[in-house]
Structures are given as structure tokens and as C-alpha cells.
Nanobody, 125 residues
Framework: QVQLVESGGGLVQAGGSLRLSCTTSGRAFGSYGMGWFRQAPGKEREFVAAISWSSGNTYYADSIKGRFTISRDIVKNTVYLQMNSLKPEDTAVYYC??????????????????WGQGTQVTVSS
């Protein structure tokens, strides 16, 4: 059974920080890497960041580059998303996902087969 368990969301003022965690189990162990996506009300789910389990290479959306950092702990099978300088437009439900399709694309949802339940991040102005 595949499980992706997210934690760390909450309410924060603009300019503040949060750290999201995503712990994997089951078949997600065999994934190429992990990604974070987010979905704001009335909008499509969009790519935020991703990281390769093996190389540690990271990928970021332009909208969050320089403010967010993705990292991994291989021993704990956990991926983190450190979010700094948060803005009201970062408000969304954040999902972690396991990339199970090979290939160089890390930003497309279609390359991720397993998803967490989502955690709400709300940034007040």
C-alpha cells in the first residue's frame, strides 16, 4: 500500500515561513523522486518543486524560486519544502507526489502516480 503523508501546513502572515514534510512508504519507495504541487481555489494544480532521490537534483517553478527550498532525507524517506518570504498568493493546498514515470520531465502532473492528501497553507496579508 502506497502512502504519502504530508504535514506542516498552517496559517502564517506574509513574509513568514513554513516547512512542509512528506513521508513516503510502500511502492513510493521505488519512485524516481518527489514533487510538491499546489492548488488554489478555482485554479489548476500547479508544479512547485521536485527532487530526485538518487542525485538530489532539484527543480523549481519560477514563481517560488529563491524563496522555497526542497530537500530530502533518504534514511527517513521524507521530503521537505521550506517556504520563506511567503506571499498571500502562495495560499493553496499543497500536495506531495511520487514521480514514478521515467524521463527528464519533472514539472508535469502526469509523471506522478501517487499523491498525498494535501495540506492547507494560508498566508494572510
Amino acid at each position: 500500500q502506497v502512502q504519502l503523508v504530508e504535514s506542516g501546513g498552517g496559517l502564517v502572515q506574509a513574509g513568514g515561513s513554513l516547512r512542509l514534510s512528506c513521508t513516503t512508504s510502500g511502492r513510493a519507495f521505488g519512485s524516481y523522486g518527489m514533487g510538491w504541487f499546489r492548488q488554489a481555489p478555482g485554479k489548476e494544480r500547479e508544479f512547485v518543486a521536485a527532487i530526485s532521490w538518487s542525485s538530489g537534483n532539484t527543480y523549481y517553478a519560477d514563481s517560488i524560486k529563491g524563496r522555497f527550498t526542497i530537500s530530502r532525507d533518504i534514511v527517513k524517506n521524507t521530503v521537505y519544502l521550506q517556504m520563506n518570504s511567503l506571499k498571500p498568493e502562495d495560499t493553496a493546498v499543497y500536495y506531495c507526489a511520487a514521480k514514478t514515470v521515467s524521463g527528464s520531465t519533472w514539472t508535469s502532473r502526469t509523471y506522478y502516480d501517487y499523491w498525498g492528501q494535501g495540506t492547507q497553507v494560508t498566508v494572510s496579508s
